[in-house]
C-alpha cells in the first residue's frame, strides 16, 4: 500500500481516479468551491497544484466516492475486514483457524513503530507557510479539515494510550496570535476530551501533535468508531499494511510519515473564541469558546500535499468516509446493541439529527396487544452509546413479517408510520445532551431527543392525496404531499418561542375542528413546503435539523396521561427560528471566477 500520501495522488492519477489542476488557485473560497462543483458533479480527486500563497500542494475529494476509496484500499480491505471481526467475535477465529490465518498476518502489521530522530526529516515552518483555506464566506478564518490530533494519556503516557481524532483546528482569524495560536474543536466526551480533563486536574499542559497527510489509511483511523481497546494507530498500520511509523521531538510525538505535522499545548483553562465555521448539518457553527492550543514547532515534507475537504450540507465527502466506515465495521452495533439489528444515522438529515434502528420484540410473545417493549430498552441503549448518543429524533422498528432496511428511508418512515400508536408509542428525553453544531435545542450541546418506536399489525393506510382537512387554513399556506402520510405546511412569520407556541397551538385546534385525519400521522410546519416536497433529502434535512422535539413537537388533540404524552397528529414546527444558525450559502462571485477552470483550454474542461 502506501507509503506517503504522494504514493496515493500518483497511483490514483494513473487509474484515472485523480486530475490535476495547473491554474493558480486561491484557498480564500475558490478552492473550496471547485471542490464543492466537482464533488456533486461525482468527479474524481483533484490535486492543486499551484496554491496562492503557499508553496505546497493540496489534495481533495480522495474519499469523494466509495469505489475509490475501496480503491484505495483495495489490498488491505479483506484483511481490515477480518480483523475487526474476530476483534469483535474472537469464537470465530477459533471456530475457522484457517479461514483467519491472513487476518492474523494482517495483525502483524499493526503495533506502531518507533523510530530513532523525531522530526529530522521534516522542514521546520510556520503556520502562514500551509495551505490557509477558508471554505465558506461567513468562515472565521482558515481551517484544517482533515487532521490526525494526537493526545497521549496524562496518567499513562505512551502510544498505546494515545487517541487519534478528527478535531476541527482553526489556523487564523478571530483572536489567534498569528503562528502562535491555534484552535481546536472538540466535544469534552472524545477521547481528547478525556486527556485534556486528566491533564487539568493534575495541573499541567496537554501535548499535541497534529499530523496532517501521510498514507489515507491515516486519516481514515482518526475518524473510526473502533471496538473498545483497539487504538487507532494499530488500526492505521492495518488499513496502510504498513506500521504507523512514530518518533519523539522535544517531548512531542510525531507520524514520520505524515506530510506536515503541528505540536503545541493545551494549558488549564485557556480558551479563544473558535468559529464561525460552515459544518456538516448544512449550517454555520457559531462561535464559542473552545481549547486554545500554544503552538510550539510547525514541520513540513520537502513535497509535502495537503489534503482537504469541504464540510456542508450533505451529502458531502465525509458521506463516503460514512458508507466506507460502515462497511468495515459490518456487525459491529448489533455487538454493542443486543437485540438491535441495524442503525442508520441518517446522512440526508446531517448524520447526529435522526437515526433509524431495526430490532427484536421477544419480550411479550403471548399478550393479545402488540406494542412495543423490548424495542424501547434497545432505543435507550442506542441513545447511550458512543456518537449515537447526539440524535435527537430515532424511529424504531421491530423486523416481523417482512424484511426491513433502514437504508430504504421512505419505506421505512411508511412502515413506522403505519403502525405507531401515537398516543402511546412516543417517548420523549427533555433537558439533555444534543450534537455542538446542532443550533436547534435551548443552548449549546442543550436540547431534547424523541423515539418513535413501532412494532405490530398496520393500524392505518397512509394517504397518498392532500386531505381535505388541511386546505384552506387561515394563516398556513401551500399545502404539499412530502411523503404517504406526510403533508408540509407553509406557516407564518413569528418573532419569539411565545409567538411560535401560540401559532402552533392554534394550528393544532384548527386541524382538529375540522375532524380525524388518521391517514395522516405527520404534518411538518415549515418555511417554504415547495422546497420541503421537491425531495426526500430536503424533507429530512429541514425537519430534523430545524427542530428541537420537546420545543417544537406539537399534537392534534394532545394530551398526558400519567405523564405520558400523545395526540392523534404529530406537528413538527421546523421554521427556521430567531436563535438558529444561519444556512450555507455560496459566494456568487467564487462560483462566476472558478468557471475559468472548467471553460476551453481549463484544467477542469469537459470534466463535467
Known amino acids: 500500500m502506501y507509503p506517503t500520501m504522494e504514493a496515493c495522488v500518483n497511483d490514483l492519477e494513473r487509474h484515472g481516479h485523480l486530475v490535476r489542476i495547473r491554474e493558480e488557485v486561491d484557498p480564500d473560497l475558490e478552492i473550496a468551491a471547485i471542490h464543492l462543483r466537482v464533488f456533486n458533479a461525482g468527479g474524481p480527486a483533484l490535486l492543486f497544484e499551484n496554491l496562492k500563497g503557499t508553496r505546497y500542494r493540496a489534495v481533495s475529494n480522495l474519499f469523494g466516492s466509495l469505489e475509490r476509496s475501496k480503491f484505495i484500499f483495495r489490498q488491505t480491505w479483506e484483511s481490515t475486514q477480518s480483523v475487526i471481526a474476530m476483534r469483535n467475535d474472537p469464537m470465530r477465529a477459533l471456530r475457522q483457524p484457517i479461514r483467519h490465518v491472513s487476518a492474523a498476518i494482517a495483525a502483524t502489521k499493526a503495533l506502531p513503530l518507533r523510530h530513532g530522530g523525531g522530526a529530522s526529516s521534516f522542514q521546520e515552518i510556520a503556520v502562514t507557510d500551509l495551505p490557509l483555506i477558508k471554505h465558506w464566506p461567513m468562515d472565521g478564518g482558515a481551517f484544517v479539515t482533515l487532521p490526525q490530533v494526537y493526545t497521549e494519556d496524562p496518567d499513562k503516557p505512551g502510544i498505546m494510550n494515545s487517541n487519534l481524532g478528527m478535531y476541527r483546528v482553526q489556523l487564523t482569524g ?4 498569528t503562528n502562535k495560536e491555534i484552535g481546536l474543536h472538540y466535544q469534552i466526551h472524545r477521547g481528547i476530551g478525556v486527556h485534556q480533563y486528566k491533564a487539568n486536574r ?12 501521510g498514507p489515507p489509511a491515516h486519516s481514515l483511523s482518526a475518524v473510526m468508531p473502533l471496538p473498545e481497546g483497539m487504538s487507532e494507530l494499530t488500526f492505521a498500520g492495518l488499513l496502510a499494511g504498513r506500521r504507523f511509523r512514530y518518533g519523539y521531538s522535544d517531548g512531542f510525538c510525531i507520524s514520520r510519515d505524515a506530510d506536515f505535522v503541528i505540536t ?4 488549564p483553562g485557556e480558551t479563544k473564541p473558535e468559529g464561525p465555521f460552515g459544518d456538516h448539518l448544512g449550517y454555520y457553527s457559531l462561535v464559542h469558546p473552545f481549547p486554545l492550543m500554544r503552538v510550539r514547532k510547525v514541520y513540513a515534507k520537502r513535497n509535502a500535499i495537503w489534503p482537504f475537504t469541504v464540510v456542508g450540507r450533505p451529502p458531502q465527502e465525509d458521506t463516503a468516509f460514512g458508507a466506507l466506515i460502515h462497511e468495515l465495521t459490518g456487525d459491529a452495533v448489533r455487538q454493542e446493541v443486543p437485540g438491535v439489528k441495524e442503525v442508520h444515522a441518517v446522512d440526508a438529515a446531517g448524520v447526529h439529527p435522526l437515526l433509524f434502528a431495526i430490532g427484536t420484540e421477544r419480550y411479550t410473545p403471548y399478550t393479545k396487544v402488540q406494542q412495543p417493549s423490548e424495542l424501547l430498552t434497545i432505543a435507550n441503549r442506542i441513545l447511550g452509546t458512543g456518537q449515537l448518543s447526539l440524535a435527537k429524533y430515532l424511529f424504531i422498528a421491530a423486523e416481523e413479517r417482512q424484511p426491513l432496511s433502514t437504508y430504504r428511508e421512505a419505506e421505512f418512515l411508511a412502515y413506522v408510520l403505519e403502525r405507531i400508536d401515537l398516543r402511546r408509542d412516543l417517548h420523549f428525553q427533555t433537558n439533555t445532551t444534543i450534537d455542538t453544531l446542532d443550533y436547534s435545542g435551548t443552548d449549546l450541546n442543550r436540547g431534547s431527543k424523541v423515539v418513535f418506536a413501532a412494532c405490530g399489525d398496520k393500524k392505518r393506510e397512509l394517504c397518498h392525496d392532500l386531505p381535505e382537512q388541511l386546505k384552506g387554513l387561515r394563516d398556513y399556506g401551500n399545502p404539499l404531499l412530502a411523503l404517504p402520510g406526510v403533508v408540509a405546511l407553509e406557516g407564518p412569520s413569528f418573532s419569539n418561542f411565545a409567538d411560535a407556541n401560540r401559532q402552533l397551538r392554534e394550528l393544532a385546534d384548527a386541524i382538529g375542528a375540522r375532524g380525524a385525519i388518521p391517514e395522516c400521522p405527520l404534518i411538518v ?3 417554504d413546503s415547495s422546497f420541503v416536497g421537491e425531495s426526500l433529502a430536503n424533507f429530512l434535512w429541514t425537519t430534523f435539523t430545524r427542530s428541537n422535539p420537546s420545543h417544537d413537537i406539537y399534537g ?10 400523545g395526540c392523534d397528529n404529530v406537528i413538527i414546527d421546523a421554521r427556521t427560528k430567531p436563535h438558529h444558525a444561519p444556512p450555507l450559502v455560496p459566494d456568487p462571485a467564487i462560483e462566476k471566477r472558478i468557471n475559468r477552470l472548467f471553460a476551453a483550454g481549463g484544467s477542469l474542461n469537459g470534466l463535467l
Open 556 to 565: 392534534v388533540n394532545e394530551g398526558f396521561v400519567f405523564k405520558h404524552w
Open 264 to 267: 503545541g499545548e493545551i494549558h
Open 174 to 177: 478571530n483572536e489567534y496570535a
Open 202 to 213: 493534575n495541573g499541567e499542559p496537554l501535548k499535541v501533535s497534529i499530523f496532517i497527510g
Open 525 to 527: 410546519l415549515c418555511d
